[in-house]
C-alpha cells in the first residue's frame, strides 16, 4: 500500500500541471485580443502608386520679396499651394500650433519661367522655400523641346529635385513630412491640355511637380505570422494605409491583392479580424482592436463575403445576387456607366469573356445611371446580351441609394467583382489595361 503523503503528492502535481495548462491556454487566447500598437517612422518607399503630380497655377505679377535671376527676360512665375493659410491661423488660435510654426509655415512653393539672354526658353523651382531663385537649378533648353515631352520619357536625371519638408493639415492636425519631389514640363500631362498656343507665346511652361512621399512604416506580428505596414498621409480626403505579410512586395493597383484601407475599417490577419481604431500622426502611431465576431462578417475586399443583395434590371424586375449565378460556380460584377468612357472601351472585351467563359462564370453587369434610357439603347446597340441591371444615381455628383454601391464602397469605374457561390469576393479590380488583364487570367484558372 502506497503512503498517503505520496498519493498526496501526486494528485497535487496533476492538478498544479492542470492550472498551468489552463493558464497557459488562456494566455495564447488573450494574446489574441490583445490590441496591437504598432510604432511607425518615416521610410522611402519606392512605390508609383503614392506618388502624385501636381500642375503648377501662373500668376501676372511677381510676388513681393521674390529675387529673380537677373539673365532672365519675360519671367513669369508659377505655383502650387502647400497649406491653407486660414487653416493655419485657426490651428493657431486653438493653440494647436506655435508662434514660430504659424510664421515659418510656407503657404507656396514658386517656379519661374521664361527667356535667357540667347533666346532659349527656361524654369527654376525654389526648392529650398527661401523665394530667391539666384541659388536655385535653372533648366535651360530649346524652345521646341517641350512639345516633344512625355511624362515618362524624360531623363529625369537632368531635371531639379530635392527632398522638401512639407508641412500639411489632415483631419485638422498639423503635420510635417518628407516628400522627394522633382520637377519638370509636360504639355502632354492631362492637367494641361487646356493649355494653348496663346499661352505658348505668352511664354507660360506647363510645369509639373512629380511628388514620391515618405511612408509612415511599421511592423508588428500577429501570434507566429510577421506584417509590414505603409500610410500615406496625403491619400484622397484621408490618410490610406498598407497592410500585408512582411516578406511580399507592396502590390501595385493592377495586383489582385491590391487593397487601401482607411481608420475604422475591418481587415482579416491570419484568421482574425481586427478593428483599425486609431492613427496619431503627431506621435506616429496605428493602433489595430481585435473583433470578436459573433456574427457573419461582410466586407467589400477579397476574403470577406457580401450580403445577398437585391438588384433591379432594366425593366425594374428584383432578383436577389445568388439567383444571378444562373448555376454556374462564379459570377462577375461588372460596375459601369455610358458616362464612363474606359468603361464602354471595355465592351468588346467583356463581350469576348462571356463567349469564352460563360460556361463557368456568369456575368453581370450593373449601370450606375440617373435614367435607365441610355442603357437600354447602348447595350442593345452593343449586343450586351447578359444580365444589365440599373443602379439609380447621380454620378457626378456621386450620389446614391444603392445599397449594393455604398455597402461594396464602389468609387471607381469599371469596377470587377468576382464571387464564388458562398458570396464570398475573390477578385477585385478596377479600370482596363493591365488590371483588366490580371482578372482575365484569374478567370481563365478558374
Not at 498598407?242 to 484601407?261: A, M, T
Not at 428584383?318 to 461588372?334: A, G, M, P, T, V
Not at 461594396?408 to 457561390?421: A, V
Request: net charge positive.
Amino acid at each position: 500500500m502506497k503512503p498517503i503523503f505520496f498519493t498526496n503528492s501526486v494528485i497535487c502535481f496533476k492538478i498544479i500541471i492542470l492550472c498551468i495548462l489552463i493558464l497557459l491556454n488562456n494566455s495564447c487566447k488573450n494574446d489574441n485580443k490583445l490590441d496591437i500598437t504598432i510604432k511607425l517612422h518615416e521610410k522611402n518607399i519606392n512605390d508609383f502608386s503614392f506618388r502624385s503630380y501636381t500642375p503648377l497655377n501662373f500668376i501676372d505679377s511677381i510676388p513681393n520679396g521674390i529675387k529673380l535671376v537677373s539673365n532672365i527676360d519675360s519671367v513669369l512665375i508659377g505655383y502650387i499651394k502647400l497649406i491653407n493659410k486660414y487653416d493655419l491661423k485657426r490651428l493657431y488660435k486653438e493653440n494647436k500650433i506655435s508662434t514660430y510654426t504659424f510664421n515659418n509655415t510656407k503657404e507656396y512653393l514658386y517656379a519661374l519661367v521664361g527667356y535667357n539672354k540667347e533666346n532659349k526658353q527656361c524654369f527654376a523651382f525654389d526648392f529650398n522655400q527661401n523665394y530667391d531663385f539666384t541659388d536655385d537649378s535653372l533648366i535651360v533648353f530649346d524652345k521646341n523641346f517641350v512639345d516633344l515631352l512625355k511624362v515618362e520619357e524624360i531623363d529625369k536625371n537632368i531635371l531639379p529635385s530635392a527632398k522638401l519638408k512639407i508641412n500639411e493639415i489632415i483631419n485638422g492636425t498639423f503635420t510635417s513630412t518628407i516628400a522627394d519631389v522633382k520637377g519638370y514640363p509636360s504639355f502632354n500631362y492631362f492637367g494641361n491640355k487646356n493649355f494653348t498656343e496663346d499661352d505658348r507665346l505668352g511664354k507660360k511652361i506647363p510645369l509639373l511637380i512629380e511628388r514620391r512621399n515618405y511612408y509612415l512604416y511599421g511592423e508588428f506580428n500577429i501570434r507566429e505570422q510577421k506584417y509590414k505596414t505603409a500610410v500615406y498621409r496625403q491619400g484622397w480626403k484621408k490618410p490610406e494605409i498598407k497592410i500585408q505579410e512582411k516578406d511580399s512586395l507592396f502590390y501595385k493597383p493592377s495586383d489582385r491583392n491590391y487593397s487601401k484601407y482607411y481608420v475604422s475599417d475591418t481587415i482579416k490577419l491570419n484568421q482574425q479580424y481586427f478593428k483599425i481604431d486609431t492613427l496619431e500622426l503627431n506621435t506616429s502611431l496605428l493602433k489595430l482592436k481585435p473583433i470578436d465576431l459573433s456574427q457573419k462578417v461582410y466586407g467589400y475586399r477579397i476574403g470577406f463575403s457580401v450580403k445577398n443583395f437585391v438588384i433591379n434590371d432594366l425593366k425594374g424586375k428584383s432578383s436577389h445576387i445568388k439567383e444571378l449565378f444562373n448555376e454556374k460556380e462564379f459570377l462577375l460584377i461588372d460596375f459601369w456607366g455610358t458616362w464612363c468612357e474606359p468603361c464602354k472601351d471595355l465592351t468588346t472585351n467583356l463581350i469576348d469573356l462571356n463567349l469564352k467563359y460563360g460556361d463557368k462564370i456568369s456575368l453581370i453587369s450593373l449601370a450606375f445611371e440617373e435614367d435607365p434610357k441610355p442603357v437600354i439603347e447602348y447595350i442593345k446597340k452593343n449586343n450586351m446580351n447578359w444580365y444589365n441591371g440599373f443602379l439609380k444615381g447621380k454620378p457626378k455628383a456621386r450620389s446614391t441609394k444603392s445599397e449594393i454601391i455604398k455597402n461594396l464602397k464602389i468609387t471607381c469605374f469599371p469596377t470587377f467583382i468576382i464571387l464564388d457561390k458562398k458570396l464570398n469576393i475573390v477578385y477585385r479590380t478596377c479600370g482596363g489595361g493591365e488590371a483588366y488583364e490580371n482578372m482575365l487570367l484569374f478567370v481563365s484558372k478558374l
